[in-house]
């Protein structure tokens, strides 16, 4: 899977919009990007993932660049509860049969400020 | 629906004793990872089950093991404990075909003394 950087922490104001970016300049052609979230002492949670056009969710929009090395996602209207570190992971989507693992980098560590 | 089960939630084990911790997936997934987490290493892929067929495993010694039964439960044990295993271990359940990722518990944290 191809290796992504992200900031490692990064503040924002309550009711303001979020946007976490993430560079994945290794991206193959059917790797998808996907972000995940974990909020303190819970497992990670699915946010949103997309190939190369633009995707949105009750949860976020995931912007991708159109050469596909960097995406960003935005978090519309930050709440408190969105406090949590954001990993950007680059997979293959679906089954891909011996590939069945998210490889997670360090992640950004988002704080949402009142 | 019910989400992903991961027991016990809390487990504190000696160094050198033996540790089994259970994973219930989500209704209908038959894929179940494994992940540790530590703050040093961050998270870290286990191994991978489906139709109780180990067909993914990261790079752990073998000291860390796992199956899965026929219901799709899953089970991982680790032997011969030490400090350096204190985790929160977490369970990840998928359909066999699926875009939207994995579905994770909430852990189970264990500390080696």
Known sequence: DAKTTQPTSMDCAEGRAANLPCNHSTISGNEYVYWYRQIHSQGPQYIIHGLKNNETNEMASLIITEDRKSSTLILPHATLRDTAVYYCIVRVAGVDFGNEKLTFGTGTRLTIIP | ?113
């Open chain 2, 1 to 113: 629906k019910a989400g992903v089960t991961q027991t016990p939630r809390y487990l504190i084990k000696t160094r050198g004793q033996q540790v089994t911790l259970s994973c219930s997936p989500i209704s209908g997934h038959r894929s179940v990872s494994w992940y540790q987490q530590t703050p040093g290493q961050g998270l870290q892929f286990l191994f991978e089950y489906f139709s109780e067929t180990q067909r993914n495993k990261g790079n752990f010694p073998g000291r860390f093991s796992g199956r899965q039964f026929s219901n799709s439960r899953s089970e991982m044990n680790v032997s011969t404990l030490e400090l350096g295993d204190s985790a929160l271990y977490l369970c990840a359940s998928s359909l066999e075909v699926s875009n939207y990722g994995y579905t994770f518990g909430s852990g189970t944290r264990l500390t080696v003394v």
